[in-house]
Antibody, heavy 127, light 108 residues
Framework: QVQLQESGPGLVKPSQTLSLTCTLS??????????WSWIRQSPGKGLEWIGYIYYSGTTYYNPSLMSRVTMSIDTSKNQFSLRLSSVTAADTAVYFC???????????????????WGQGSLVTVSS | SYVATQPPSVSVAPGQTATITCGGSDIRTKSVHWYQQRPGQAPVVVVY???SRPSGIPERLSGSNSGDTATLTISRVEAGDEADYYCQVWDRNSDHVVFGGGTKLTVL
């Protein structure tokens, strides 16, 4: 059974870099049909897509966060990571990692949706 | 970038039908997915590819997509359906994921 687990500091100081790791169990992070994603949710707010990474290392980022986000993947450890630099209080949120699955239509075309999520990790930005 | 718009809240009495919409430009050309999020929990997909249900999701939850609006319909609403619901699309032109703002379903 696929499981995702976030880990990392729960408290980060302003202007520093937030770092989180997501560990996959019950599957391979090198599978070609999946993308490995980060989503966050500020207190009382909606879901915000941060970005995703493919096993090859190709990344796709939300334009609003692109200048501060770096994602990486370690296939040997079945892990992928998020780094968010120059954080402020506005970056306080629950950070979820999730598997973005790509499904193909018969003939042509495809779609992507999140089929597995981690439980979420609260990161507070405060001095 | 693509924008998906949801009503902030929907209220419905138990046993009635709840309709949650997700509006976007020509959204019928996109595959829309719906997530249910209960307080303190991670989201769970309840409908994918407009109208498909993952195993374990009751038939009471159904989806449709036409024109500029995708819809999640919950029939015979129960107290346990009270949650936040989010639509999501993947914009293939930009390879970006877009979430709607979310709709809080209240069961009266």
């Amino acid at each position: 059974q696929v499981q995702l687990q976030e880990s990392g500091p729960g408290l980060v100081k302003p202007s520093q870099t937030l770092s989180l790791t997501c560990t996959l169990s019950g599957g391979s992070i090198s599978s070609i049909d999946y993308y490995w994603s980060w989503i966050r949710q500020s207190p009382g707010k909606g879901l915000e897509w941060i970005g995703y990474i493919y096993y090859s290392g190709t990344t796709y980022y939300n334009p609003s966060l692109m200048s501060r986000v770096t994602m990486s993947i370690d296939t040997s450890k079945n892990q992928f990571s998020l780094r968010l630099s120059s954080v402020t209080a506005a970056d306080t949120a629950v950070y979820f990692c999730a598997r973005l699955t790509e499904k193909y239509y018969y003939g042509s075309g495809s779609y992507r949706y999140f089929d597995y999520w981690g439980q979420g990790s609260l990161v507070t930005v405060s001095s | 970038s693509y924008v998906a718009t949801q009503p902030p809240s929907v209220s419905v009495a138990p046993g009635q039908t709840a309709t949650i919409t997700c509006g976007g430009s020509d959204i019928r050309t996109k595959s829309v997915h719906w997530y249910q999020q209960r307080p303190g929990q991670a989201p769970v997909v309840v409908v994918y590819d407009d109208s498909s249900r993952p195993s374990g999701i009751p038939e009471r939850l159904s989806g449709s997509n036409s024109g500029d609006t995708a819809t999640l319909t919950i029939s015979r609403v129960e107290a346990g359906d009270e949650a936040d619901y989010y639509c999501q699309v993947w914009d293939r032109n930009s390879d970006h994921v877009v979430f709607g703002g979310g709709t809080k379903l209240t069961v009266l």
